[in-house]
């Protein structure tokens, strides 16, 4: 099988496969870096290139940024709204912006803009339950059986105690756990 020659990577080269990314999927500064930075690793270079190539990546990120091609508020603010809407938790939220490369700081006022209180926790806990169907959407012959699991689903998404019980409508006695 004859080996794939790559063609030579330079900044250039990087940053249209920068562009082509970014036309494919929402980043933020840090994700775009992972990608590119993965690129370069991947076609095992010197280390004087891989240094070379390192600089050029951080100059593509901060011209795309200073143009506002990316921008990790308007991408947080983006993703939390997403996320709010499927019943995502505020604390499942902070974890996938973290794991995207989102600031603290940006992540804490993206999930603040969006409004993390109770009341929409709660909301999100009740789109949760829905699309799961879990407490009152599950059969009702199902439903006292199933009352621990829907907790458990509840909490394993990052919901308290309080709020997975007021979305299932459950009055349970704190002797049962």
């Keep these: 099988m004859p080996s794939r020659l790559l063609p030579e990577l330079t900044p250039d080269e990087l940053h249209a496969r920068a562009l082509r990314h970014l036309d494919r999927f ?5 994700k775009l870096r992972q990608v590119l930075r993965r690129t370069v690793r991947r076609r ?16 593509i990120v901060a011209r795309l940024a200073e143009l506002h091609v990316i921008d990790d508020t308007r991408f947080a603010e983006t993703l939390v709204r997403g996320m709010r809407e499927r019943g995502a938790s ?19 006022e993206a999930l603040a803009a969006a409004g993390s209180t109770d009341d929409s926790e709660l909301e999100a806990a009740c789109a949760f ?20 699991k829907d907790l458990t689903a509840l909490a394993r998404a990052g919901y308290s105690l309080d709020i997975a019980r007021r979305a299932l409508e459950l009055h349970i006695d704190d002797d049962a756990f």
Excluded: F, M, N, W
């Design 90 to 108: 505020a604390r499942a939220i902070a974890h996938k912006l973290a794991e995207r490369g989102v600031a603290d700081g940006i992540a804490a």
């Design 44 to 59: 095992r270079l010197d280390p004087l290139t891989t240094a070379r190539l390192d600089q050029a990546i951080e100059a």
């Design 26 to 30: 929402d980043a933020s500064g840090e």
């Design 129 to 148: 339950v829905r699309r799961r169907r879990l407490g009152s959407y599950r059969p009702s012959a199902e439903r006292a059986a199933a009352i621990r």
